[in-house]
């Protein structure tokens, strides 16, 4: 497998310290040799999260309001304080990332080292479905680092395949899935074959066979990684498809759920306290008008 872009690795490692000891668990490498094709992690069913902590609030004691003014906008109280300066700790600064640093070239070199068979996978996915035939789903798939990218037609429902972020391929490689997909309505697929005729952009629908999803490469020329990959994640829809489409629906219930609590109780505007102090001496008026004479 070719090496990952040396930039990509540098931003991952500078961030990767911060991650669990649990997270490495869930995601463990493995070695490249033939296996089952399997999800990794916990596969969302629409279960809520448990609740966040509340976070630490903050205020200004009286003795330190210099003035206050409140005003009403978008149906909510706006409370301007001016109040004494207030020692603050420095402000955060993005990371610098130097490739040629030592320290990131060591980082990186760990990371490849603990990371021999990972490789990151872009998916793009227009998912067509027709009230007189099965689903199909035309997707374009680009492996960071390495080969082409590849436009192939399938007959899984690719939003199926949305609820998991990590998996691994027959081939005992962990693939790691960035997926953004849309789901459209045809009337029928005769229709949706006369828009690959026409010129707008689709291609041509080939012929799939009925029964357990399949695909057809219908642009690029992917190596045997990229097809293994592909083939990988056509055998976790078969192997796992009502497992896949219970936690899809699950998915959908919570979010209908979500826009209908949303509708019937909208948010109501939060009154907010917005806290300011000066930082440094306004010009004299005298000066302002000075230099406006001078002009």
């Known amino acids: 497998m070719k090496p990952i872009p040396l930039l990509f690795l540098a931003v991952w490692v500078s961030i990767s310290p911060a991650r669990s000891q649990e997270e490495k668990s869930t995601v463990p490498d493995e070695p490249a040799a033939s296996t089952t094709a399997r999800i990794l992690g916990t596969l969302p069913d629409g279960t809520p999260p448990p609740p966040e902590e509340p976070k630490p609030g903050f205020s200004v004691p009286a003795g330190k309001v210099i003035e206050r003014e409140i005003v009403q906008e978008g149906g909510r109280r706006i409370t301007l304080q001016r109040v004494a300066p207030i020692k603050l700790p420095p402000p955060l600064e993005a990371p610098r990332i130097d490739v040629a640093d030592p320290a990131i070239q060591q980082r990186v070199g760990d990371f490849s080292e603990e990371h021999p068979n990972t490789e990151f996978l872009f998916i ?119 497992r896949l489409k219970t936690a899809f629906e699950g998915r959908e219930r919570a979010r209908i759920a979500n826009e209908a609590e949303l509708k019937a109780h909208p948010p109501k505007p939060k009154d907010i306290v917005l806290n300011y102090w000066r930082i440094g001496a306004a010009k004299p008026a005298a000066d302002v008008s000075q230099k406006g004479g001078e002009k």
């Not at 998991?164 to 789901?183: E, K, Q, Y």
């Open 124 to 242: 793009g996915g227009s998912v067509f479905h027709s009230k007189d035939s099965s689903v199909r789903t035309l997707v374009n798939l680009s492996p960071l680092g390495r080969g082409e990218s590849v436009t192939f037609w399938s007959s899984a429902d690719f939003g199926l395949l949305s609820g998991f972020s990590s998996f691994v391929g027959s081939d005992g490689i962990t693939h790691s899935l960035m997926m953004a997909w849309s789901r459209q309505e045809v009337d029928s697929l005769s229709d949706l074959v006369g828009k690959a005729a026409d010129g707008s952009g689709i291609s041509k629908i080939p012929d799939l066979p009925a029964g357990k999803a399949t695909f057809a490469i219908t642009q690029g020329k992917p190596d045997a990684e990229t097809l293994t990959a592909i083939q990988s994640l056509h055998d976790l829809y078969n192997n796992d498809y009502e």
